[in-house]
């Protein structure tokens, strides 16, 4: 016979489950930011077999223990064959209970509006599915958060999962320390020492840089866990969907944010910049939160991380952060240059047409060499329009005599010496032909 866990995965018609106490634990999740604990859910009416075929739907989650997180109602791959064994269906939620849970859609039922009702696969299924929507990242994060404090009081979300509740830009937080799905280690790891094969070339996973991860990129997949900063004077066991890190929280550092306690932003941004793997990753968060606007100087940031560990490896980085940069690849490109004793180049340097206006902006550019370096993001999927609109930027720069050189993470990864190389051989040459003009 076939188990409920691959009869759940098999690609058949959708199925709401309904149980009679689904709807009372619904809103009450739904008055907890979209978490609900177990005694909380058994109390409601629902049994664990009934959890247990929630969670294996894909309708809950189940990221720490002892606790529940409300995804999705509807739209559920099973088999009628596998509800065979099920509990008769009682009565499901109602309509505004659906649609009223974090990250729903709200939408007016058919007909009077009242209890959504059916079998699997009925019309219940279809008015639920329509009802209700998935959860955004940062909703679902929330929940998950909500979750993993349940029975710790004095603890605080920090490090990443502080940083995405508080706004912090995905990209530079995928590099901090999360690799986004089908990208290989070497490439996440940013130091990869030689090529991919052809075939891994041409895939579309490694046109993603892990500093251009888009605004979901696993930095809030539920396969990442939850992190929480507990009193050091606490036990330092290590929870399923947690991870814990202790040390003593100065009352200044904690703040709450839509009744979640966190680390405070000049606190997280310091826990970031210290903990982080490298220069690079730290000046791009830095970066980052810059350009967002989530922090509008360094200077609290800094006087947060001041005599921690890993202070004194990170002193030199402060000065390097640049608000202009707008991804992490830029700021990657212009640490090379920087590092390589190039002229420092102007980063979101406008070109004025011979009216004066300006026409575009440059990434990267030293102005007096008219030469220009562009960060190339991952070009798998660009509309057609996009491509048209790059073509004809690229042909306006050449008849203004700008020379633009076009890098991507991987170039920058495995070739530095020859980015370098690239862009001081157009430099001299550049320079060479205005002596000879002059």
Same mark, same amino acid.
């Given at each position: 016979?076939t188990?409920?866990?691959?009869?759940?995965?098999?690609?058949?018609?959708?199925?709401?489950?309904?149980?009679p106490?689904?709807?009372?634990?619904?809103?009450?999740?739904?008055?907890?930011g979209?978490?609900?604990?177990?005694?909380q859910?058994?109390?409601?009416?629902?049994?664990?077999?009934?959890?247990r075929?929630?969670?294996?739907?894909g309708?809950?989650?189940?990221?720490v223990?002892?606790?529940?997180v409300v995804l999705?109602v509807?739209?559920?791959?099973?088999p009628?064959?596998?509800?065979?064994?099920a509990?008769r269906?009682?009565?499901v939620?109602?309509a505004?209970?659906?649609a009223?849970? #974090?990250g729903?859609?709200?939408?007016?039922?058919?007909?009077s509006?009242?209890?959504?009702a059916g079998?699997?696969?009925?019309?219940g299924a279809?008015?639920a599915?329509?009802?209700l929507?998935?959860?955004?990242?940062?909703?679902?994060?929330?929940?998950r958060?909500?979750?993993?404090?349940?029975?710790?009081?004095?603890?605080?979300a920090?490090?990443v999962?502080?940083?995405?509740?508080?706004?912090?830009?995905?990209a530079g937080?995928?590099?901090a320390g999360?690799v986004?799905?089908?990208?290989?280690?070497s490439v996440a790891?940013?130091f990869g020492?030689a090529?991919?094969?052809a075939?891994?070339?041409?895939?579309?996973?490694?046109g993603?840089?892990?500093f251009?991860?888009? #605004?979901?990129?696993?930095?809030?997949?539920?396969?990442?866990p939850?992190h929480?900063?507990?009193?050091?004077?606490?036990?330092?066991a290590?929870?399923?969907?947690?991870r814990l890190h202790?040390t003593d929280?100065p009352?200044a550092?904690?703040?709450v944010?839509?009744?979640i306690?966190l680390t405070?932003?000049?606190?997280t941004?310091?826990d970031?910049?210290l903990?982080?793997?490298?220069r690079e990753?730290?000046?791009?968060?830095?970066?980052g939160?810059l350009?967002?606007?989530?922090?509008?100087?360094?200077r609290?940031?800094?006087?947060?991380?001041?005599?921690?560990?890993?202070?004194?490896r990170?002193l030199?980085w402060?000065?390097?952060?640049?608000r202009r940069?707008?991804?992490?690849l830029?700021?990657r490109l212009?640490?090379l240059?920087?590092d390589a004793?190039l002229?420092?180049?102007r980063p979101?340097?406008?070109?004025?047409?011979a009216a004066?206006?300006?026409?575009?902006?440059?990434d990267?550019?030293w102005p007096?060499?008219?030469v220009?370096?562009?960060?190339?993001g991952?070009m798998?999927?660009?509309?057609?329009g996009v491509?048209?609109?790059q073509?004809q930027r690229?042909?306006l720069?050449?008849?203004?005599?700008w020379t633009?050189?076009?890098?991507g993470d991987?170039?920058?990864?495995?070739? #530095?010496?020859?980015?370098?190389?690239t862009?001081a051989q157009?430099?001299?040459?550049?320079?060479?032909v205005?002596?000879r003009a002059s």
């Amino acid at each position: 016979m076939t188990s409920l866990s691959s009869a759940l995965t098999s690609p058949t018609r959708p199925v709401t489950f309904s149980y009679p106490g689904l709807g009372p634990a619904l809103r009450l999740a739904r008055s907890q930011g979209g978490m609900i604990t177990f005694r909380q859910a058994i109390e409601a009416g629902l049994t664990r077999g009934q959890l247990r075929r929630l969670v294996l739907s894909g309708q809950w989650d189940h990221p720490v223990r002892g606790a529940f997180v409300v995804l999705a109602v509807s739209a559920v791959p099973v088999p009628r064959r596998a509800l065979a064994s099920a509990p008769r269906p009682g009565p499901v939620a109602s309509a505004a209970d659906l649609a009223t849970l #974090p990250g729903s859609n709200p939408r007016p039922a058919a007909g009077s509006g009242s209890d959504l009702a059916g079998l699997a696969g009925g019309e219940g299924a279809a008015a639920a599915a329509e009802l209700l929507g998935l959860p955004s990242t940062v909703q679902a994060l929330s929940a998950r958060v909500r979750a993993a404090l349940v029975g710790r009081p004095q603890a605080v979300a920090c490090s990443v999962t502080a940083a995405r509740l508080l706004g912090f830009p995905a990209a530079g937080l995928t590099a901090a320390g999360t690799v986004p799905s089908g990208v290989s280690a070497s490439v996440a790891g940013f130091f990869g020492t030689a090529p991919c094969d052809a075939a891994e070339f041409g895939s579309p996973a490694l046109g993603m840089s892990p500093f251009e991860a888009g #605004p979901g990129a696993n930095v809030d997949d539920a396969r990442q866990p939850v992190h929480l900063m507990l009193p050091a004077r606490l036990t330092r066991a290590q929870p399923r969907g947690v991870r814990l890190h202790f040390t003593d929280l100065p009352p200044a550092d904690r703040i709450v944010h839509s009744g979640i306690p966190l680390t405070s932003t000049a606190r997280t941004l310091a826990d970031l910049v210290l903990t982080a793997p490298n220069r690079e990753v730290a000046v791009a968060i830095m970066d980052g939160a810059l350009h967002s606007g989530v922090v509008t100087d360094l200077r609290a940031a800094r006087l947060s991380a001041a005599g921690r560990r890993g202070y004194r490896r990170a002193l030199p980085w402060w000065s390097l952060a640049d608000r202009r940069a707008q991804s992490p690849l830029e700021t990657r490109l212009r640490l090379l240059f920087a590092d390589a004793g190039l002229a420092p180049p102007r980063p979101q340097w406008p070109v004025s047409d011979a009216a004066g206006q300006v026409v575009t902006q440059l990434d990267l550019a030293w102005p007096a060499q008219r030469v220009a370096v562009e960060a190339e993001g991952a070009m798998v999927g660009r509309a057609a329009g996009v491509v048209h609109g790059q073509r004809q930027r690229a042909n306006l720069l050449a008849a203004m005599n700008w020379t633009v050189l076009r890098f991507g993470d991987l170039e920058v990864a495995w070739y #530095p010496q020859r980015v370098v190389e690239t862009v001081a051989q157009c430099l001299a040459r550049a320079t060479q032909v205005g002596l000879r003009a002059s």
